[in-house]
């Protein structure tokens, strides 16, 4: 089963995350004196969330270098060179993984980082950094509420707590300092978490997929223009946010309990096909009406 809300507020990585967060909070107020910024105020983000990670991870080295590559992906222009840096991203993901039970799990889940870090990265971009990370924020407390092993996400919830509390404070309407693809790496090690957090129970790795909601939605973003445009400086927040979080409660608590594959994805999917549903139809009108 997974664990209650209660259960997760006693757990020690948690409050370390919070911790290594209130430093990259702190690092993000110097950076928003100090403009321009974006590449210090996006380590102040990412640097807690990897350290907070590799404190939970059984391989942390392999770990943080897949962390990296993705950032350093991210960033690079060309297509070969960023290619070559998620591929090996993902193998890093997977070795710090590795090994596992079913052994199929570190593989998937190292090639899923990287798929999910480059949708995420896509819906960042269209929503900006400040409502990208409180997407990635819910996506990791979901999956705590979905796995059996519950130390890497609540590690990453606590994280990114304090950091996405003071990006949305100092910038409340306006981009701020923050670059969208600090989400990228961000968003990888939330689906690393979701494997982490699935050895005792691995189809909860494919319940908790659902999770990730919203930030999947690249190619529906890439899709409709008319989608993208509407999605672009955040102006949805206020009901994105809440569809994410009754995403992530929805498949942690349904697809993320199941013990077989076959039902936690089937109820995975269906959370993900209704978002998708929900940002296509009624996104635009509520986009005509902002």
Do not use: K, N, Y
């Not at 690079?76 to 997977?94: D, H, P, V």
């Not at 968003?187 to 979701?194: H, K, S």
């Amino acid at each position: 089963m997974g664990s209650g809300p209660g259960a997760l507020l006693s757990e020690p990585l948690l409050w370390q995350g919070v911790v290594l967060g209130a430093a990259g909070a702190a690092a993000l107020l110097v950076a928003e004196r100090r403009p321009p910024g974006r590449s210090f105020a996006g380590l102040a983000i990412v640097v807690p969330a990897v350290v907070a990670a590799a404190l939970a991870a059984r391989r942390p080295l392999p770990l943080v270098v897949g962390a990296v590559l993705l950032a350093a992906g991210q960033e690079t222009s060309g297509r070969l060179l960023r290619g070559g840096a998620m591929a090996a991203g993902a193998l890093g993901f997977a070795v710090s993984l590795w090994p596992a039970r079913p052994s199929w799990l570190p593989v998937v889940a190292g090639v899923a980082a990287v798929a999910g870090a480059w949708s995420a990265g896509a819906v960042a971009a269209a929503v900006g950094a400040r409502v990208a990370v409180a997407l990635v924020l819910v996506s990791a407390g979901g999956v705590a509420l979905g796995v059996p092993d519950v130390e890497a996400p609540v590690a990453l919830v606590g994280a990114l707590l304090v950091p996405a509390l003071v990006l949305w404070v100092i910038h409340p309407s306006a981009p701020g300092p923050v670059a969208p693809s600090v989400v990228v790496p961000v968003a990888g090690l939330v689906v690393w978490a979701m494997a982490e957090g699935a050895r005792g129970r691995p189809a909860a790795f494919w319940g908790t997929a659902g999770c990730l909601g919203v930030l999947v939605l690249a190619p529906l973003v890439a899709r409709w223009p008319d989608v993208r445009d509407r999605l672009r400086g955040g102006r949805w927040w206020w009901w994105l946010l809440p569809l994410q979080v009754v995403a992530a409660v929805a498949a942690a608590r349904t697809g993320g309990l199941r013990a077989d594959v076959e039902g936690a994805s089937l109820w995975s999917a269906a959370v993900l096909v209704v978002v998708a549903g929900i940002v296509a139809l009624v996104g635009p009108r509520a986009g005509a009406g902002a």
